[in-house]
Each structure stands twice: as C-alpha cells, then as structure tokens.
C-alpha cells in the first residue's frame, strides 16, 4: 500500500480510546513508512512519543491547507470542531467518532430506536453535521447507516508489552474490570468465575491491580479472559485480552455489522446471559484440562495481529482514503 501521505489530524487533547488506538497505530507505521508524515493540532495527555508530531495552531492550520487529508478525532467533551470549521476543508476531512451511549443505556430498547431513527441527542448518536460535511464517517459503535463505516479500538502497542510466547501462562482465568457498577452482569459474571474455579480447581485473578504494569503482567499469563462490555460494546478489555494470546469469553459480539465475520476465531466463545455464561464456562474448564496447548495459539494470535492491531487499524483507514 501506497503510504506516501501528508495528514493533519485535529484530536482531542484529554486521552480518549479512539484517538489513542489510531495516534498508536500512525505510531507503529510511521516506523516502517517514513514517507508517511502526521502532524497532531495539539498536544495528547497519554504517553506516546508524539513531541516531535504537534505544531502550534497556525503552523498547523497552514499544514492542514496542504495535507492530503485531516482527520477529525472525537474526544469526549473534547472534540475540536472550532478548528475543522476554521480550516473548512471538509472535501478532505475525515471524522473518526468514538462515542457511546455510555452507562447501561445500551440495553436501552427506546434509546435503540431513537438512535436509528436519529431521534437520540444524546453521546453515541451519528453527529449529523459530521456526517453530511465529511468526505468519510467512521464509528466505533452502532447505529451504521449507510455511509458509516465500522471502525472499532484494535490491539495496542502498549497491550503487548508483557506479552512473550515463551513466558508460562500460570493463570487459568482473569477477570478485572474497571469499574462493576455498569452493567452488573460484569459483578456477577466475576461472582460465577470465582465460584466455578474455586468449586473446579482453576486459579483465577479477579482483584483489581494496583498498576496498570501489574495488571498487564498478569494478563500476559493468563489462559482466558473474561470480557463484558462497559458504556457501549466495544471494550478495550476485549482487545487486551486478545494481544495477550488469551482465549476470550465475550458477551455477545455487537461491534460490527450484523453477520461479520471479522471476529470470527476459534479462542472467541460469546454468551447471551448469565446461563450462557456458565456453559461457557464448563467448555473452557474442559478444554483448559484435557487440549490446552500454549504453542497451538501462535498461528491464530498473529492472525488477529494482523487484522485487528492499532496499526491495521490506521492501514483500514486509509484503504478507504
């Protein structure tokens, strides 16, 4: 692919998921394509090496005027659509929205409706402007409507960094969460685990870590992770998990269009409901048992690298350019 690109990317400055999946992706590829230029509007509060990237607001302007293509960013609270609208160049913008509902509003049945209707005001609704002004629309979460492209968080560097195939995956399970206040099935969801590893002998770490270097750590050793999805159904504990080599049990996979087939791995097991969770549960403990194997995982791992890292992510992106 052809990466001999000029891009001016307007982001938020608070450290958002979207922009931190995409900021690392351009990252990673602007290693291997050093003809592939990215300048920020403004300075990220998240550690990525991105000093030698951010002009001040002029400079940046004047860049923009001559980018093949800007790139609109959504930040919660923290969107710059001032400065899209002073630059006005909205044939070469992009808008790359990450909102969602938020809370257990996606469980919400009216507020489901309303969203595809276009009725929802609210975070997660298609921003209407963006949609008609910009020449691309990607979303991280539904509704996609026709002209929405699907674009969800993807595996970042940083989800790697305890990972090593060599190391031992001493843990059967793990199972931390932010936050267990939305929705609870991730506290009841945790509250079977512990009953089912500690009635079947498993090891499990279901504690909340002190440092996120800790909690990648134990994650790199673990054989399976649980994942429940927070304010909309992509989490990136989803995709932590997966970075780790681990196999997955998921609440049912709602982050791309219906009948995709791009999650489609034999590690990934969904369940509907808390009995379905179960079942899942007694599958895996079977197969931790009497198949597991570590080194049979690589193949499939570095598939789901290739197609799912935040720099295939930022390569998606600019397939579509």
Same mark, same amino acid.
């Given at each position: ?15 958002? +998921? ?5 900021? /690392? ?39 923009? $005027?001559?980018?093949?293509?800007? %790139? ?58 963006? #949609? ?10 539904? &509704? ?7 674009? &969800? %968080? +993807? ?16 843990? /059967? #399970? ?8 939305? &929705? ?35 994650? $790199? ?5 649980? $994942? ?31 009948? $995709? ?14 009995? /379905? ?45």
């Amino acid at each position: 692919m052809n990466l001999d690109y000029k891009i001016a990317i307007i982001n938020p400055h608070k450290s958002d +998921g979207i922009a931190r999946t995409v900021l /690392d992706g351009f990252l990673l590829l602007q290693k291997e394509n050093p003809k592939l230029e990215f300048f920020l509007a403004k300075d990220f509060d998240y550690s990525l090496n991105l000093e030698n990237n951010i002009l001040e607001k002029q400079e940046f302007i004047n860049y923009a $005027s001559k980018a093949d293509v800007i %790139f609109l960013i959504y930040g919660k609270g923290d969107t710059d659509y001032d400065l899209a609208h002073e630059i006005n160049l909205w044939k070469k913008t992009i808008f790359i929205d990450g909102s969602e509902v938020g809370k257990d509003r996606r469980y919400d049945y009216e507020i489901e409706k309303k969203l595809l209707s276009g009725e929802y005001k609210e975070n997660g609704k298609i921003n209407k402007e963006m #949609f008609e002004k910009c020449k691309l629309y990607f979303k991280r979460e539904k &509704p996609y409507i026709k002209g929405i492209i699907p674009m &969800p %968080f +993807g595996i970042e560097s940083r989800y790697l960094k305890y990972y090593d195939k060599n190391k031992k995956k001493d843990i /059967d #399970f793990f199972c931390v969460f932010g936050q267990e206040e939305y &929705p609870k099935l991730r506290k009841y969801a945790r509250k079977k685990l512990e009953k089912f590893c500690k009635k079947n002998n498993f090891t499990c770490h279901t504690k909340k870590t002190k440092t996120r270097e800790e909690f990648y750590e134990l994650l $790199s050793r673990s054989k399976v992770g649980i $994942s429940v999805g927070g304010g909309g159904f992509d989490t990136m504990r989803f995709w932590e998990i997966l970075g780790n080599n681990c196999l997955l049990i998921t609440e049912r996979i709602d982050i791309y269009e219906e009948n $995709s087939k791009k999650l489609d791995y034999k590690r990934i097991l969904q369940f509907n409901d808390l009995g /379905d969770f179960q079942e899942r549960l007694e599958e895996v403990g079977d197969f931790l048992k009497n198949k597991y194997n570590q080194n049979n995982l690589d193949e499939e791992y570095n598939n789901i690298l290739e197609k799912h890292s935040s720099r295939a992510r930022v390569l998606e992106i600019i397939d579509k350019i």
